[in-house]
């Protein structure tokens, strides 16, 4: 009866822990919601073998969006140099509009003048694009915040609408770049194919 006993309450003992550790999971849940990865296209791409890449005689240029900037890579297929005309860029988040900085640009002078950035012949820059509307001073931190969702914060109609943006445009990258001294503006609709939801960040 002891042994019995015993073994009741050790099974009981268990039990509570896990259904504990189960409602703090839950609790958890319920603060933080879900996160999504999402799996990005551009309209029109030239390419197959990655959906965010854009190629042409001179250039041929590769995206990765991550929440509150735009990472690319871009490699000058001509005999002479290009360049991006940075002032001109832009973000186009549904109506809003944003000019942007990228690599290197203090968050402080973000409205500054920026100068082209030059790729050689033959060679290929990495560099990052960041909407300055979206970047912030918060109790004297500069932050970037994100210009499409990361999470739904538990809320279902937030989680409806996020899983309705797939195969939607969610932003345009108004892109100049200079080729023998003539200006052309490069238009990039960014549109999710694929979501991947998680219970944590998928930032890098």
Known sequence: MQKALCLFLLGSFFAT???????????????????????????????????????????????????????????????????????????????????????????????????????????????????VDYIKNENGKWVERNFYPETDQSNSQNTDWIMGLLGVDVFKLYLPIQINEQTQVYTFTFYPIEMEKGAKSFKH
């Not at 990765?64 to 001109?88: G, L, M």
């Not at 203090?106 to 950035?117: A, F, I």
Request: overall charge positive; some cysteine; proline content about 3%.
């Open 17 to 131: 822990t896990f259904i504990s550790c189960m409602s703090s999971q839950q609790m958890m849940d319920r603060l933080n919601g879900h996160f999504y990865k999402y799996t990005f296209a551009i309209r029109e791409a030239t390419t197959r073998k990655k959906s965010t890449t854009y190629n042409n005689n001179a250039f041929t240029i590769t995206f990765d969006p991550e929440y509150s900037r735009v990472n690319f890579k871009i490699a000058n297929h001509t005999s002479s140099s290009i360049k991006i005309i940075w002032n001109e860029t832009y973000i186009k988040v549904q109506d809003d509009s944003s000019k942007v900085i990228h690599a290197n640009i203090p968050y402080s002078t973000k409205n500054n003048t920026l100068q082209p950035s030059e790729i050689e012949a033959g060679s290929s820059l990495q560099d990052i694009i960041i909407p």
